[in-house]
């Protein structure tokens, strides 16, 4: 996959989509391999995406979760993460429409590539990612 990514065959790769609640917010995680924006060729870049769901109607609007991004460390050493707080203002957390995803938001330069490919990130070909939202403020939905 990272070699795709380097020719360009496939940019970024998405995780299937996921829920905070039941009837919660819909969303997914977004990995570009070999990089994004200012973390081209340099970094691996890990997004959050909003997307457009069933239970939109019964949702406050704009989207206002903590969100941590974490790249998880298979050798027992430290996790990489990094949390944000959405901006109300940005299109990114508004209701979505028409479209089905939302502009990812997150982390051109979330981990240089060296270090991602030698601090045990990677094993048998494989990385994994945890995204977690903090849902202690999210107003419960009846159902």
């Known amino acids: 996959r990272r070699r795709e990514a380097i020719d360009g065959t496939t940019m970024s790769l998405y995780s299937t989509p996921f829920y905070t609640s039941r009837h919660g917010y819909k969303m997914c995680a977004r990995i570009y391999l070999n990089g994004d924006g200012m973390g ?3 970094h691996l870049s890990f997004f959050f995406v909003v997307m457009r769901g069933p239970f939109d109607g019964l949702l406050t609007w704009p989207f206002k979760q903590k969100v941590t991004l974490t790249l998880l460390n298979q050798a027992g ?3 990489v993460s990094d949390s944000f ?3 109300p203002n940005s299109s990114s957390f508004q209701r979505p429409g028409r479209r089905e995803m939302h502009i990812a938001s997150g982390c051109p330069m979330f981990i240089r590539i060296e270090h991602l490919m030698s601090g045990g990130f ?3 070909d494989c990385i994994y ?3 977690i939202v ?3 403020d999210v107003p419960k939905v009846p159902g």
């Open 85 to 87: 707080r959405p901006d």
């Open 77 to 79: 050493k430290k996790h």
């Open 134 to 136: 903090d849902t202690n």
């Open 122 to 124: 990677v094993k048998d």
């Open 40 to 42: 081209k060729n340099t």
């Open 129 to 131: 990612v945890r995204v």
